[in-house]
């Protein structure tokens, strides 16, 4: 067996054993509902307002229509890599998850409603970035702290080489040079540091909003 495959599937193993139990629950719940599918890619969105959640599913699924239009191989490979798409709060801009081949996207990237073009240059250019990453789990290349540089450079890249072929109306000052100091301060936060915010995050931005929506009375009953 690939020797470098074998030290992937090990290195993989020991950085995700102890979520799993988790994950797998999450997992299950989130298929025992239904949740619409752009080409086969799952959207799953922790909106609780409705309205929200379908103006979520539009503009991805718009994004994914882009790309699709406009790279068709850079499109091929986030339908290879990215299997399910969530929206929900999350403490960078966007996350890939494997092995379930998730893409994870922080919700407040997508609430800029006043500038359509340059929500879907975010969007796009994430997607792309995203599905990199799973194209470099697929050739067995672990995250780990030797690599991890190079593969955010390496994403970025694709992201730059996408935007310039998409968007011919692109403003220079939307592409930026490589900046490894935000994902380096990100890598040098004490783990325990990240799931306490993420934890508070959670519980501001998603279990308190759906709780205080439950106090609300039907609508057939209010008295105004
Ligand atoms: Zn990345």
Known sequence: MNRRKVSYRLWSLSTSWIGWPLRAFAELLIRLRRHPK????????????EDRRERWVATLREALLYIEQHDPRRYRRIKREIRSIFIGP?????????????????????????????????LTTLLVHEATHGSCCSRYIGYTKELRGRIERLCHREEVRFARRAFPDLQPEWICEFDITPYQTHWDTPKRVLRRRFWSLLKNELILPALRRKEVPPAGKRED
Do not use: Q, S
């Open 38 to 49: 752009v080409d086969g890619v799952r959207i799953v969105t922790a909106a609780v307002e």
């Open 90 to 122: 999350e403490m960078t801009r966007g996350k890939y998850d494997r092995p379930y081949r998730d893409c994870r996207i922080n919700y407040r990237g997508l609430e800029i409603e006043d500038h359509p073009l340059w929500l879907r240059f975010r």
